[in-house]
């Protein structure tokens, strides 16, 4: 990612040694690229060197850290009216010895804060196509409130919070040394970075301007306000660092003017407010016309100064915003020239041209009517605001919209409607209620037929059981179809992609084409082109160009909008409100930039502080002092595979009978399972368990392991318990038995030899599903043993896999017409595991969630309850 260094050759990462899937191959430009021209002084540095030579401290303009505390805590949390009423406290003003003890005084001390970009408003004098009652057309007068994008890019890229975080040039990467298979994750690891770099002059530093706008309101329960934001960030910065709302990687650049436009008829106002979108955004985007063409010097986050080209790369947006954005109409692809017939096959149409589309704008414009203004469904804006931007293809840069395509479109509206249409509503409900419970999958206790409102994240929870819901009631076809598109969602999420999860994406494409006319010989439906359908065919292309979904995804400006618009509404007194808000998020910005100069200016101090030890016990010739005690290692055994686990420190439930245990846990088979562990594991020992020994027993564990290697999380964690049913009391309801099922590593099941290393199983060759009933530790009298104990119930081995679902199958494994039950070690554990039902076309409405897993005989093993476990190589 440094600049000026040209390489052919194929580098790999830093990495640990056992994470051979995480290994990235990178290969350079082979060109020079974003060349430093000097050093400068970052913002932060500037700023702090101000504050050295005024004689003041990081605090100021507050008096210290305990008024710039409570001072942050008011602006961000109190209203105006409040603080006011806050700082004339008679025990305020007594004791604390506040430096503002009104509001007005207050702000001044915030305005007094350096900010961001700043603001400035335009007058938008908009004439309409009806008249007054004077007989002249009517005008609106309407305000845009902006600021230079240029700037927001500058304090983006210069920000030295996000140094480590930041790429200035284009890669590629693989996955091995012999670079065949192309990794896609970030944006500079797509194919757009690397073909733009070499269409600007050598040395260059490009700043892929990535947007977002999407109209939302500002009040919850009445009312007509509105709000536009336009929201701005730049490729450079990692994705992982862009999709978090605290990190300020993504900035508020304009409120595009909202009105309903009466001074036109109702015919031509449509049109105009189209209008009035393209010409706002190119007074918001006009500044990135000459840098975006020659460059711009700009101090970099590493302190560099670059010639800086700001393009407009990435646009993300909903599919009518999508549309209004390209000039088309909703019955088309904003992206390609499919004929809005055809939108239903599984057809390759040529891409948008930018240059082609606006001749066929001009020619209309002049009152001609070229052929490809009808074919490519083009709306008569003669001046989108993307005409003018160098370097931009505004088709191309439309991004996938994993919320509305897929979660809310594909998987809501569609899939979901269609096979309800199947199975029946109350079925499709009762299945929904008896769905087995897994720690963390919500539980639709009334079933889906009456959720209210529905958010990304009920789409989500759905996803993870649908597959195995369906199973049985709905024909193997339909079932096809439907693990079809749930593949094709889970693999459109991962963080990061190569070349087989892009073939399996496309694969999960083939396969429903292959088979959704079933859903028209069934009747449930005549013809399926839909926008949101046909926006399928583009996720393979726009990753390879742009990198992976999840950098680009619409969740991230419905978020912002919370903060950015909404909050900011609220804050005003609803008149002429537009203007306080930009006021109100000048404000949250200034303190929000001046935390960020704190932590960075303690950092930079604990380092000079770190620095002066080293250097001075670099200095000393004394010999180590022998009594200092050596650091703590790891424990070998937890951290083997990189898993580990975590118990409660202190036992929940001492001392426990194993009549308690045989009652409220059912196990059974808890004597003779713990009698055959401590005979082979601890042979040393003389005594055997019996009826009289007490057990400490505890609720859950939660044990950790290593995240996906196409994901950006090192990490994940499981909480697997053991919980008795709990009786009511008194006002308190009876709560049921938790007793979860998990993956556990046991010699004695061998898995089929043609599983690869990163199975539906997980990373092992050895492993099979038990269900956890008891979390114990081994009593003292048997001696020692360094981990707890659980005692848990066999299901058979992972052998057999359902044809329809593709899920393996598992039944309770029995020995004599008993559970075939052991004690294991807890660290044997791996992760945790979820078991539905294998129901047939209707089930009893006596099913509950609470006793599926015992009434049940057979099981489908649902990897859909984890994108990891989906996604694995062979899934």
């Given at each position: 990612?440094?600049?000026?260094?040209?390489?052919?050759?194929?580098?790999?990462?830093?990495?640990?040694?056992?994470?051979?899937?995480?290994?990235?191959?990178?290969?350079?430009?082979?060109?020079?690229?974003?060349?430093?021209?000097?050093?400068?002084?970052?913002?932060?540095?500037?700023?702090?060197?101000?504050?050295?030579?005024?004689?003041?401290?990081?605090?100021?303009?507050?008096?210290?850290?305990?008024?710039?505390?409570?001072?942050?805590?008011?602006?961000?949390?109190?209203?105006?009216?409040?603080?006011?009423?806050?700082?004339?406290?008679?025990?305020?003003?007594?004791?604390?010895?506040?430096?503002?003890?009104?509001?007005?005084?207050?702000?001044?001390?915030?305005?007094?804060?350096?900010?961001?970009?700043?603001?400035?408003?335009?007058?938008?004098?908009?004439?309409?196509?009806?008249?007054?009652?004077?007989?002249?057309?009517?005008?609106?007068?309407?305000?845009?409130?902006?600021?230079?994008?240029?700037?927001?890019?500058?304090?983006?890229?210069?920000?030295?919070?996000?140094?480590?975080?930041?790429?200035?040039?284009?890669?590629?990467?693989?996955?091995?040394?012999?670079?065949?298979?192309?990794?896609?994750?970030?944006?500079?690891?797509?194919?757009?970075?690397?073909?733009?770099?070499?269409?600007?002059?050598?040395?260059?530093?490009i700043a892929p301007v990535i947007l977002a706008s999407d109209a939302t309101k500002l009040t919850n329960f009445g009312g007509d306000k509105k709000a536009w934001p336009v929201y701005?960030?730049?490729?450079?910065?990692?994705?992982?660092?862009?999709?978090?709302?605290?990190?300020?990687?993504?900035?508020?650049?304009?409120?595009?003017?909202?009105?309903?436009?009466?001074?036109?008829?109702?015919?031509?106002?449509?049109?105009?407010?189209?209008?009035?979108?393209?010409?706002?955004?190119?007074?918001?985007?006009?500044?990135?016309?000459?840098?975006?063409?020659?460059?711009?010097?700009?101090?970099?986050?590493?302190?560099?100064?670059?010639?800086?080209?700001?393009?407009?790369?990435?646009?993300?947006?909903?599919?009518?915003?999508?549309?209004?954005?390209?000039?088309?109409?909703?019955?088309?692809?904003?992206?390609?020239?499919?004929?809005?017939?055809?939108?239903?096959?599984?057809?390759?149409?040529?891409?948008?041209?930018?240059?082609?589309?606006?001749?066929?704008?001009?020619?209309?414009?002049?009152?001609?009517?070229?052929?490809?203004?009808?074919?490519?469904?083009?709306?008569?804006?003669?001046?989108?605001?993307?005409?003018?931007?160098?370097?931009?293809?505004?088709?191309?840069?439309?991004?996938?919209?994993?919320?509305?395509?897929?979660?809310?479109?594909?998987?809501?509206?569609?899939?979901?409607?269609?096979?309800?249409?199947?199975?029946?509503?109350?079925?499709?409900?009762?299945?929904?209620?008896?769905?087995?419970?897994?720690?963390?999958?919500?539980?639709?206790?009334?079933?889906?037929?009456?959720?209210?409102?529905?958010?990304?994240?009920?789409?989500?929870?759905?996803?993870?059981?649908?597959?195995?819901?369906?199973?049985?009631?709905?024909?193997?076809?339909?079932?096809?179809?439907?693990?079809?598109?749930?593949?094709?969602?889970?693999?459109?999420?991962?963080?990061?992609?190569?070349?087989?999860?892009?073939?399996?994406?496309?694969?999960?494409?083939?396969?429903?084409?292959?088979?959704?006319?079933?859903?028209?010989?069934?009747?449930?439906?005549?013809?399926?082109?839909?926008?949101?359908?046909?926006?399928?065919?583009?996720?393979?292309?726009?990753?390879?160009?742009?990198?992976?979904?999840?950098?680009?995804?619409?969740?991230?400006?419905?978020?912002?909008?919370?903060?950015?618009?909404?909050?900011?509404?609220?804050?005003?007194?609803?008149?002429?409100?537009?203007?306080?808000?930009?006021?109100?998020?000048?404000?949250?910005?200034?303190?929000?930039?001046?935390?960020?100069?704190?932590?960075?200016?303690?950092?930079?101090?604990?380092?000079?502080?770190?620095?002066?030890?080293?250097?001075?016990?670099?200095?000393?010739?004394?010999?180590?002092?022998?009594?200092?005690?050596?650091?703590?290692?790891?424990?070998?055994?937890?951290?083997?595979?990189?898993?580990?686990?975590?118990?409660?420190?202190?036992?929940?439930?001492?001392?426990?009978?194993?009549?308690?245990?045989?009652?409220?846990?059912?196990?059974?088979?808890?004597?003779?399972?713990?009698?055959?562990?401590?005979?082979?594991?601890?042979?040393?020992?003389?005594?055997?368990?019996?009826?009289?020994?007490?057990?400490?027993?505890?609720?859950?564990?939660?044990?950790?392991?290593?995240g996906d290697p196409h994901g950006d999380v090192p990490k994940r964690t499981d909480r697997i318990r053991a919980v008795a049913a709990k009786a009511g009391r008194g006002r308190k309801?009876?709560?049921?038995?938790?007793?979860?099922?998990?993956?556990?590593?046991?010699?004695?099941?061998?898995?089929?030899?043609?599983?690869?290393?990163?199975?539906?199983?997980?990373?092992?060759?050895?492993?099979a599903i038990a269900r956890v009933r008891i979390i114990f530790d081994l009593p003292a009298l048997f001696g020692s043993w360094p981990h707890p104990l659980a005692y848990v119930e066999?299901?058979?081995?992972?052998?057999?896999?359902?044809?329809?679902?593709?899920?393996?199958?598992?039944?309770?494994?029995?020995?004599?017409?008993?559970?075939?039950?052991?004690?294991?070690?807890?660290?044997?554990?791996?992760?945790?595991?979820?078991?539905?039902?294998?129901?047939?076309?209707?089930?009893?409405?006596?099913?509950?969630?609470?006793?599926?897993?015992?009434?049940?005989?057979?099981?489908?093993?649902?990897?859909?309850?984890?994108?990891?476990?989906?996604?694995?190589?062979?899934?």
């Amino acid at each position: 990612m440094d600049g000026g260094r040209p390489s052919q050759k194929a580098r790999v990462e830093d990495v640990p040694e056992d994470e051979e899937d995480a290994r990235r191959y990178v290969e350079c430009y082979p060109g020079v690229v974003a060349t430093i021209i000097r050093e400068d002084n970052t913002l932060f540095e500037k700023w702090c060197a101000m504050r050295a030579e005024a004689g003041v401290d990081e605090w100021a303009p507050f008096k210290d850290e305990e008024e710039w505390e409570l001072f942050r805590w008011l602006i961000k949390h109190v209203g105006q009216t409040k603080i006011d009423e806050f700082l004339k406290l008679s025990i305020i003003r007594r004791n604390c010895g506040l430096s503002a003890d009104s509001k007005y005084k207050f702000f001044q001390q915030i305005d007094d804060l350096p900010t961001g970009a700043p603001w400035h408003c335009d007058t938008i004098s908009v004439q309409g196509d009806r008249k007054g009652e004077d007989g002249n057309f009517m005008q609106e007068q309407l305000e845009l409130w902006r600021r230079d994008p240029v700037e927001c890019v500058e304090e983006l890229i210069g920000n030295p919070t996000f140094d480590g975080n930041i790429a200035y040039g284009p890669e590629r990467v693989y996955t091995e040394e012999a670079a065949t298979i192309r990794r896609y994750d970030e944006m500079w690891t797509g194919d757009w970075w690397w073909n733009m770099q070499g269409k600007l002059p050598e040395g260059a530093t490009i700043a892929p301007v990535i947007l977002a706008s999407d109209a939302t309101k500002l009040t919850n329960f009445g009312g007509d306000k509105k709000a536009w934001p336009v929201y701005l960030s730049i490729g450079n910065i990692s994705k992982s660092v862009r999709r978090q709302p605290s990190q300020r990687a993504t900035v508020l650049v304009g409120y595009i003017p909202v009105s309903k436009l009466e001074c036109f008829h109702d015919s031509t106002r449509s049109l105009a407010g189209y209008r009035l979108f393209h010409h706002s955004m190119s007074l918001i985007l006009k500044p990135l016309r000459e840098p975006g063409r020659n460059g711009k010097e700009m101090t970099c986050a590493d302190r560099g100064v670059r010639n800086v080209h700001p393009i407009v790369a990435a646009y993300v947006a909903d599919y009518p915003e999508q549309c209004l954005v390209c000039c088309c109409k909703e019955n088309s692809c904003p992206r390609c020239t499919v004929p809005p017939p055809r939108r239903g096959e599984q057809l390759n149409s040529d891409p948008r041209d930018v240059e082609k589309t606006k001749e066929a704008l001009h020619e209309h414009r002049n009152g001609n009517d070229p052929p490809c203004f009808t074919s490519e469904q083009l709306r008569p804006v003669y001046e989108p605001f993307w005409a003018d931007l160098p370097h931009c293809d505004i088709f191309s840069s439309i991004m996938p919209d994993v919320l509305h395509q897929l979660h809310k479109g594909v998987f809501k509206e569609h899939l979901l409607s269609w096979c309800t249409s199947i199975v029946g509503k109350d079925e499709i409900d009762r299945r929904f209620r008896a769905m087995t419970d897994f720690p963390g999958l919500r539980h639709f206790r009334n079933g889906i037929s009456h959720v209210s409102q529905w958010t990304g994240k009920e789409h989500k929870e759905m996803q993870r059981i649908f597959v195995a819901l369906l199973a049985g009631a709905v024909p193997l076809e339909v079932l096809e179809v439907a693990r079809a598109l749930v593949d094709f969602i889970y693999f459109a999420q991962l963080q990061s992609h190569d070349d087989t999860s892009l073939t399996h994406l496309q694969s999960a494409l083939d396969t429903f084409h292959r088979h959704k006319d079933v859903f028209v010989r069934l009747g449930i439906r005549e013809h399926f082109n839909i926008p949101k359908i046909h926006s399928l065919l583009h996720y393979v292309e726009a990753i390879r160009s742009r990198g992976s979904c999840d950098g680009y995804n619409t969740e991230l400006p419905e978020r912002l909008h919370i903060e950015l618009a909404k909050n900011a509404y609220r804050a005003s007194n609803h008149r002429d409100y537009t203007e306080q808000m930009v006021t109100w998020l000048a404000r949250q910005e200034a303190v929000d930039l001046h935390a960020a100069y704190i932590a960075w200016f303690q950092g930079l101090r604990a380092e000079e502080t770190v620095d002066e030890i080293e250097e001075t016990a670099s200095e000393s010739e004394d010999e180590p002092d022998e009594d200092v005690a050596a650091p703590l290692l790891p424990d070998d055994d937890q951290e083997e595979d990189g898993h580990t686990y975590a118990i409660a420190k202190h036992c929940p439930l001492p001392n426990l009978s194993l009549r308690c245990l045989l009652a409220d846990h059912s196990a059974s088979e808890f004597l003779p399972a713990l009698t055959e562990f401590v005979r082979t594991e601890l042979p040393y020992c003389d005594l055997r368990p019996n009826h009289m020994d007490r057990y400490d027993v505890y609720k859950n564990i939660s044990v950790s392991y290593p995240g996906d290697p196409h994901g950006d999380v090192p990490k994940r964690t499981d909480r697997i318990r053991a919980v008795a049913a709990k009786a009511g009391r008194g006002r308190k309801q009876a709560t049921a038995a938790h007793f979860d099922t998990a993956f556990v590593v046991d010699p004695d099941v061998a898995i089929d030899e043609d599983q690869s290393p990163r199975s539906v199983i997980g990373e092992y060759s050895w492993t099979a599903i038990a269900r956890v009933r008891i979390i114990f530790d081994l009593p003292a009298l048997f001696g020692s043993w360094p981990h707890p104990l659980a005692y848990v119930e066999w299901y058979t081995p992972l052998r057999r896999k359902d044809p329809g679902t593709g899920l393996y199958l598992v039944s309770r494994s029995t020995r004599n017409g008993k559970p075939n039950a052991s004690v294991i070690s807890v660290d044997r554990i791996r992760r945790a595991a979820h078991l539905v039902p294998k129901y047939g076309r209707e089930i009893s409405s006596n099913i509950t969630k609470d006793n599926a897993l015992d009434v049940a005989m057979e099981f489908r093993v649902n990897t859909y309850i984890a994108i990891d476990l989906r996604t694995a190589k062979s899934g």
